[in-house]
């Protein structure tokens, strides 16, 4: 089983919906649990980050963490066309150092 | 707002040459990343280091591989001798503490 699987998507969705991104993980040791977005040939830039279970929200982000069912979701609101990218899921352990990122969900949101 | 920046932006080079990768991240963070990404593929990491020496490695960071903070600003990847195989987008990363890592908009390399 892999340590981080996410649907590759693409996902398209029109304008102004809800977007739903979920990601499942293996290691139960993982604590941190952040959402990266990734434009093409650009550097992972960090949208959201939570700590153990619960809901975050941040403007149009809401990241939600299930460690009982080992399952992470992120919902974008009122979704623009700038939010086309890849989204990367990235747990990380409570000391460890690396993050051990997702394949990615490549979105597209239709003007 | 404070960001990682790297440099070059590209780097070509031919199999078997070495390779300085240069990183600065951002000013007040202690712990220092390197990942990379295989064109269509996840972003993988490579190294961390932090208080001078290195803190976590990957099996991917072999004997070809060495990083260093030569001053309080620079921190280094070098590849000895490249490998046809080693093209890829190498980022860099900062963090305070056991935190956020920020990434750096990346380098692309090209061993020819």
């Known amino acids: 089983q892999k340590e981080v699987e996410q649907d590759p998507g693409p996902l398209s969705v029109p304008e102004g919906a809800i977007v739903s991104l979920n990601c499942t993980y293996s290691n139960s040791a993982f604590q941190y649990f952040m959402w990266y977005r990734q434009y093409s040939r650009k550097g992972p830039e960090l949208l959201m980050y939570t700590y153990s279970s619960g809901n975050k929200e941040d403007g149009r982000f809401t990241a939600q963490v299930d460690k009982s069912s080992k399952y992470i979701s992120l919902f974008i609101r009122d979704s623009q066309p700038s939010d086309s990218a890849t989204y990367l899921c990235a747990p990380r352990g409570n000391r460890d150092d690396k993050i051990i990122f997702g394949k990615g969900t490549r979105l597209h949101i239709l003007p | 707002e404070p960001e990682v920046t790297q440099t070059p932006s590209h780097q070509v080079t031919q199999m078997g040459q070495e390779v300085i990768l240069r990183c600065v991240p951002i000013s007040n963070h202690l712990y220092f990343y390197w990942y990379r990404q295989i064109l269509g593929q996840k972003v993988e990491f490579l190294v961390s280091?932090?208080?001078?020496?290195?803190?976590?490695k990957s099996e991917i960071f072999d004997d070809q591989f060495s990083v260093e903070r030569p001053d309080g600003s620079n921190f280094t990847l070098k590849i000895r001798s490249t490998k046809l195989e080693d093209s890829a987008m190498y980022f860099c990363a900062s963090s305070q503490g056991y935190n956020e890592q920020f990434f750096g908009p990346g380098t692309r390399l090209t061993v020819l």
């Open positions: 280091f932090y208080n001078n020496e290195i803190s976590e």
